[in-house]
């Protein structure tokens, strides 16, 4: 039996905007994620690399080598960080209550889209029948 490897560290708020960009393109050169998220706040491009070398020693992103420009992906999942930072939350803001974090982001927000409402409506019937995990 292998050992399990350990999840990889949560990222920080910088490297959430380099995820997010990750996320959204599937994966791109350090020039290319440079031009997208750097381009309008005056960080030189050896700021990308570095953050894109950091993420990779930490497990965040997965780095192709094999051609000239090397190519980035993101490790992790939009998903299971998602459930990371709300589990954190959760746990420090709300005292372990997710009924709390729903009604505190229901409630404090202009109302939801119809959309959003079905989905929540949605969610909840299928928890209430047993259908979720």
């Not at 994966?27 to 491009?45: K, P, S």
């Not at 409630?107 to 259908?131: F, M, N, T, V, Y």
Request: aromatic share 4%.
């Amino acid at each position: 039996m292998r050992p399990r490897t350990p999840p990889a560290p949560k990222p920080t708020e910088a490297e959430l905007g380099i995820l997010n960009v990750l996320w959204e393109r599937g994966e791109c050169t350090v020039r290319e994620l440079h031009e997208l998220h750097y381009r309008d706040d005056g960080a030189g491009y050896t700021t990308s690399l570095k953050m894109l070398q950091i993420m990779h020693a930490k497990g965040l992103v997965e780095r192709d080598d094999s051609q000239r420009a090397h190519v980035y992906r993101a490790a992790i999942s939009k998903e299971s960080t998602q459930k990371r930072f709300l589990s954190d939350i959760v746990q420090r803001v709300f005292d372990g209550s997710s009924s709390q974090l729903v009604l505190q982001a229901l409630g404090g927000q202009p109302h939801a889209s119809r959309e959003e409402l079905d989905e929540i409506r949605a969610l909840l019937d299928s928890i209430e029948s047993g259908k979720t995990s």
